[in-house]
């Protein structure tokens, strides 16, 4: 199982930080463990998912998408009907609560499109943590609407100026105030990302996703799906949902990273298929870099995709070619939107929107006696802006 | 052997009952040639060894000034090819320690092998990684012995003893002891666990202790020296250079050399 004692998954992963957070990690690492151990806890957070967060989360079998697509049957698992809108929320209530039992007083936090900063004001407001988010200014203009559902909880939400203005900067600027503040603070890493034990973290308190759907898929259908399909920016969703799925060798396990204006172009995020291994945030894993290592800026129409590195476990399942990745572009994820819109009534996440349009696309040459689930991993109330700009133009 | 002028430089300041001033500057900032001048004017005013730091797109453990610095590097097309010819330049005409600062993710992609190899046969002394800590640093740490380079790692206040140990025992060249919980830069609060913090890596290694970050003032260089065998100082050059433009960046730094030397020397 991993990871390995030192952080590892196969090559990737470990612990590349400041010394000064090193001590730091240990200390989350050991309250972690004995957390993970104390029935009490994982108690507390299953009630908490069940009467908070409303799990389980509904897995809904899709009947005009399948109609649409002439093809497998496609099933949503419906993380978008989460308290907040999206599955960040089952990984900040967990952290939440390991934070309150590390006797933390404040939380802070990284985000992009503003889902997990949300996620996180939410926590923080429900179990009494001062809580600052940060977000890159780009990532603030395309997405207002959580900046204000984060001042109204109670946040401190501080607007990032430098490099790109968007998820990666923001994390480079929470870890700057983590070193300085690191004795009082919690940073709460919203993706599988970041210095060891995050990435398990994050995965374990999302692995939820997973273990539910496996349940409902066998009930729905009798066995489980021929196919799994989710969004991957850090790779929360995915490793969630995956890991459901991971001892189920014939479960095709699919990653869709964001193709951008497209893969020539170079105005993509899709680290998995155009990066190569490096450190950032750290960790040592996929990273989109230049040829001096310096990391390159990247693009996407989904401002929680809109990331240069990937968690270091699906760096690893992409070695091993347990996980396939493959992208959709701005325009196939706003086709997907609106399909979904007009065919089922849902408005996904533009994040989400890229597992669709690749569930779409997959399930067309698969038979109809075969099963995709796609992780719908957060509502499009968020992107409503953002899409009708670009169906202006 | 390269180590050599590192170890020189520390005799010979304990021989003189000195304490040494480390000066940073980020390579390429404003531009190479600067860069070259300020190292040359720096070493001939009296600084004992310098640093050069590789820019990085994110430098975590740093602060505006220097993250400003390599920003502007980078758009100028620093790299770690160039900076080993600058260094190559250099040290045709200076014996002073050079030390390389480079977040780990430039090295890994050059190949740490080659570089470090490369950076042995042009004249640098130390390697410093800030976001290599101990426990990741195994392979680096051997490449580093086997061709010359010091590999010198970073103790901080929230370290706490046993790692300190840990880190002492492993450390080449000297040990860099950071003043505070914050980046670098940031004013001078030092942390409550300094003095206990430099006593632990005394305890354990017999290496110089140099102690970094958020030093700017000669004030402050005076109240530290005692506890110190030399004093780094980084975003305080970096910001004098700014202000005082290309033209006058070498007397500028020129002249913050002598003025932290001086209050090193007072008693």
């Known amino acids: ?393 | 052997m390269s180590t050599d002028r590192i170890a020189l430089a520390f005799g010979g300041l304990r021989e003189r009952g000195e304490k040494g001033l480390i000066p940073f500057v980020t390579a390429g900032y404003p531009d190479l040639e600067t860069t070259e001048r300020l190292v040359l004017g720096m070493a001939e005013s009296g600084a004992d060894l310098i640093e050069l730091g590789v820019p990085f797109s994110d430098p975590l453990a740093d602060g505006p000034v220097i993250q400003h610095a390599s920003q502007i590097a980078l758009t100028r097309g620093t790299n770690l090819a160039r900076i080993l010819e600058l260094v190559a330049r250099l040290r045709k005409r200076t014996a002073i320690p050079l030390v390389l600062m480079s977040y780990y993710n430039p090295i890994l992609s050059y190949g740490p092998e080659t570089l470090i190899a490369k950076a042995a046969g042009v004249g640098i002394d130390g390697l410093i990684i800030p976001d290599l800590p101990v426990e990741e640093a195994g392979d680096i740490l051997a490449l580093s012995d086997t061709l010359g380079v010091a590999l010198i790692p970073l103790v901080a206040p929230t370290s706490g003893a046993r790692r300190i140990a840990f880190i002492a025992e492993r450390a080449r060249g000297f040990v860099y002891c950071v003043s505070l919980t914050g980046v670098t830069g940031s004013g001078g609060r030092y942390s409550d666990q300094l003095t206990t913090m430099l006593d632990t890596v005394r305890a354990h290694t017999d290496l110089p202790a140099a102690i970094g970050f958020g030093i700017a003032e000669p004030g402050q260089a005076r109240n530290l020296a005692p506890r110190a065998d030399a004093l780094i100082v980084g975003s305080a050059f970096v910001k004098r250079i700014t202000e005082a433009g290309v033209n006058q960046a070498v007397a500028a730094a020129q002249e913050l050399v002598q003025s932290l030397k001086r209050a090193l020397a007072e008693k």
Request: charged fraction near 20%; aromatic fraction near 8%; glycine fraction near 12%.
């Open chain 1, 1 to 393: 199982m991993f990871p390995n004692e030192n952080g590892y998954y196969g090559a990737y992963g470990g612990r590349y930080v400041p010394e000064t957070l090193m001590s730091a990690l240990e200390e989350l690492q050991a309250a972690y463990r004995d957390a993970r151990a104390d029935q009490r806890f994982l108690d507390q957070f299953d009630d908490y998912l069940r009467h908070y967060v409303g799990r389980p989360s509904p897995l809904y079998f899709a009947a005009n998408l399948t109609r649409h697509a002439g093809g497998a049957r496609i099933f949503l698992k419906r993380e978008d009907l989460n308290h907040t809108g999206a599955h960040k929320i089952n990984n900040t209530l967990g952290q939440g609560l390991l934070a309150r039992r590390m006797g933390k007083r404040r939380l802070i936090a990284e985000t992009g499109a503003g889902q997990h900063g949300v996620a996180t004001a939410t926590v923080a407001a429900l179990l009494g943590f001062d809580c600052t988010v940060f977000m890159g200014a780009e990532d603030i203009r395309r997405q207002a609407q959580n900046v204000f559902r984060m001042r109204l909880l109670g946040t401190e939400v501080v607007e990032v100026e430098a490099g790109s203005k968007t998820l990666k900067d923001a994390m480079n600027e929470a870890i700057r105030y983590w070193v300085t503040n690191v004795e009082q603070t919690y940073y709460l890493i919203g993706s599988v990302a970041g210095p060891h034990p995050y990435p398990q973290i994050v995965r374990d308190f999302q692995s939820v996703i997973g273990r539910e759907t496996r349940r409902q898929v066998v009930e729905a259908t009798g066995r489980p799906p021929d196919c799994v399909v989710a969004c991957v920016g850090g790779g929360s969703n995915a490793m969630g949902i995956y890991s459901g799925f991971l001892a189920d060798r014939d479960v095709r396990l699919v990653g869709v990273e964001a193709g951008g204006l497209g893969l020539d172009t170079g105005r993509h995020a899709a680290t998995l298929s155009k990066g190569r291994p490096g450190v950032l945030h750290g960790s040592l894993s996929y990273l989109l870099q230049d040829d001096d290592g310096q990391v390159v800026p990247v693009h996407s129409i989904s401002a929680g995709l809109d990331y240069p590195g990937v968690g270091p476990e699906l760096s690893h399942l992409k070695d091993t070619g347990r996980v396939l990745f493959t992208t959709a572009d701005d325009a196939d994820a706003l086709d997907a939107f609106m399909l979904l819109a007009r065919t089922e009534g849902i408005l996904p996440a533009l994040e989400s929107a890229h597992a669709v349009a690749v569930a779409v696309r997959t399930a067309g040459s698969m038979p109809s006696s075969s099963t995709i689930v796609v992780n719908l991993s957060g509502r499009g109330d968020k992107d409503v802006e953002t899409v009708a700009r670009e169906v202006r133009q």
